[in-house]
């Protein structure tokens, strides 16, 4: 690689590497696993960065690298998750306790998601990829993302936890006047 391509992905890393850990971290549910799979993507990125910063959207392409990724994870061994009731919390020290409450209920919910519905999940409504987006990063039809959608939500909907976060929120916006509707 040459020396300005280098500087382009060191650049790109930079700039994305926060951005990049944090998809990887709602695809895999564990902090530590994130890190690796974005290393892994990014690696691959790196072998082919000539092809990825010529593409129109450099970090659609590094994204669609990162969700391959995962899915290589299930798909080459079996990895023995063990799923706890409550993933560790991981609050920064500017986050408020109920925030991490209500991030390691969100993280239970899409642990119990299956790959694809998550993966769909985090892109659409965690990311804001249109159907269209999410659709060319997963390699599939806009409608598979729109079922695998609407199949996760509907799960997501049932997490105890979640309605329980759901119902208070639209109490604090009622109190506040917000309003509480959808």
């Given at each position: 690689m040459q020396a300005e391509q280098?500087?382009?992905?060191?650049?790109?890393?930079?700039?994305?590497?926060?951005?990049?850990?944090?998809?990887?971290?709602?695809?895999?549910?564990?902090?530590?696993?994130?890190?690796?799979?974005?290393?892994?993507?990014l690696a691959k990125a790196y072998r082919s960065w000539r092809r990825v910063s010529r593409s129109d959207h450099p970090e659609a392409y590094v994204r669609r690298m990162l969700v391959s990724c995962n899915s290589d994870r299930f798909r080459k061994r079996r990895v023995a998750e063990s799923l706890t009731a409550v993933p560790p919390e991981y609050a920064g020290p500017d986050d408020a306790v109920s925030r991490a409450d209500e991030r390691g209920t969100l993280m239970a919910a899409l642990a119990g998601l299956p790959p694809r519905q998550r993966a769909v999940v985090v892109l659409r409504y965690w990311e804001d990829l249109s159907e269209a987006e999410a659709a060319e990063v997963l390699?599939?039809?806009?409608?598979?993302?729109?079922?695998?959608?609407?199949?996760?939500?509907?799960?997501?909907?049932?997490?105890?936890?979640?309605?329980?976060?759901?119902?208070?929120?639209?109490?604090?916006?009622?109190?506040?006047?917000?309003?509480?509707?959808?």
């Open positions: 280098e500087a382009q992905f060191q650049e790109f890393v930079r700039a994305r590497w926060s951005h990049l850990v944090r998809t990887a971290y709602l695809l895999t549910g564990d902090r530590h696993h994130a890190e690796d799979l974005t290393q892994t993507a390699g599939c039809s806009p409608g598979t993302v729109k079922s695998q959608a609407s199949k996760g939500l509907a799960k997501l909907r049932t997490f105890p936890g979640l309605a329980r976060t759901q119902e208070s929120s639209a109490r604090d916006r009622a109190a506040a006047g917000q309003g509480g509707g959808r």
